[in-house]
């Protein structure tokens, strides 16, 4: 069930719940001043006597106040209102949605105007506000039958109130088509392999042409033709094809695309021949989480209209161990020509991507190339689940990229790729192998190999192992499918493309 959001007029509702927040202190908006007169002074006093700091995202819920027809007031904390951004009210707006939830109210009106000292303006508040709710509420439960009444959501509708109204809801609707990519993605990346094969994540990637998105599916054959040895090598176990699809957002009409957005797109990953653990390995449904970011930030910048020239670029196949599996030894000749030896069958989403990227620069020759992958384990030892880790080959497009993941709070970090790391992946019987040397630099040896299928332009490469997917949420991330890398690529588009 999606919550109904709605902008209104400031006033205060018959029913429901009434939100507010508050900042250290007891600093109330207009609002809530008025709030807590007609309530003679309660609401902070009822605070004050339940030790309420107001801490950030906290929220503290007054039942049946006396004064009004509301069924309830509800604080939400905001701490020091001078380090309240854009996205820290996009957070607050999480917090809301989770404490209505926790609570089971039905409906409510938040108050969006801010306490004096909130830099954010009225209108601006009251979107981020609404995208917070609303990406907070996302839930996949597709597959659940028998849901129990106290699992099932309550929250039905949340109106927030802006003056003028206009202003809030145009705001919110750029706000609101980001949110229906972050939406796409998590939906992909929760599927199962057995629904989502490549065939039906290429059919998903065909759904944005109504969007305006020019999309064209590549099946085996055509593969084959263009020398993509190496993706099909991975791919040559299963039972379920490979594609690779070609996706366009022509927000300018120019020439070169600004850029070109390449996804890993391993629908299941058993590890091949070289199998996996069994523990977790239901996790690797989402090791598609690279192509699920690249298809959900097409429909995000497509769906607000983004003014720039987007392409991107999925490999989808799908890892398995088979009589007609690759082997550890193999070697596979790439789209460009170079080979790489096969040394585990586990490190197959770099074979991908060395094709896509390279297809991806011939095809459509971008001014600047980027790619995601939930390509290492080793990033999480690196890293855990905070940040993605970067690794780039020119210093500007790093920036820009740790300037968009800063925020959005999709944070990453930056590794080096100094040429003495090129001997990880020296291979005595092709031009490479797949796999580094023992445990050290796992992460970079996978990156230097992709940078060996760059052709001169600005790239970077965002491993999203870590980030991809959480057992526990997050504000405006609930637990499961995270989709990270949406808005931190939607952030970047608007910010240095449009």
Known sequence: ????????????????????????????????RDLDRRLKGALLKGAKAHRFQASFGKTMLFPAPAGIAADSVMLVGLDDVAKVDAEAVARIGAAIAQALDR??????TVFADLPAGVTVDAPEAAAQIAYGIRLQSYRFDRYHTRLKDEQKPVTSAVAVTADPVGAAEKRFAALDRIADGVF??????????????????????????????EVDVLAPARLKALGMGALLGVAQGSANEPRVVTLRWRGRRTTRPDLALVGKGVTFDTGGISIKPSASMEDMKWDMGGAGVVLGTMKAIAGRKAKAHVVGVVGLVENMPSGTAQRPGDVVTTMNGQTIEVINTDAEG????????????????????????????AILVALGQERAGLFCNDDQLADRLGAAGD??????????????????????????????????????????????????????????????WRTRGRPLVPPGGTAFGVRLLDRYVADNLE
Do not use: C
């Open 1 to 32: 069930m999606s919550i109904d959001l709605s902008f209104i007029k400031p006033s205060l509702p018959r029913s429901g719940a009434v939100v507010v927040a508050v900042g250290k202190g007891g600093k109330l908006s207009t609002s809530g």
């Open 103 to 108: 609570h089971r109210v039905a409906r409510a």
């Open 184 to 213: 796409f993605t998590r939906d992909l990346v929760s599927e199962p392999a057995n629904i989502l094969t490549p065939v039906q994540l290429a059919a998903a990637a065909r759904s944005l042409r109504p969007l305006g998105v």
């Open 350 to 377: 770099r074979l991908v991507l060395a094709d896509a990227l390279w297809y991806a620069q011939q095809k459509f020759k971008p001014k600047a190339v980027i790619d995601l992958a939930t390509l290492t384990g």
């Open 407 to 468: 925020a959005v709070n999709e944070k990453i970090w930056r590794f080096p790729l100094d040429s003495e790391y090129d001997r990880h992946i020296e291979s005595r019987i092709a031009d490479m192998k797949n796999v580094g040397s023992g445990r050290f630099a796992g992460s970079i040896a996978g990156a230097k190999l992709l940078e060996r299928f760059i052709d001169g332009i600005p790239w970077a490469h965002l491993d999203i192992a870590g980030v991809t």
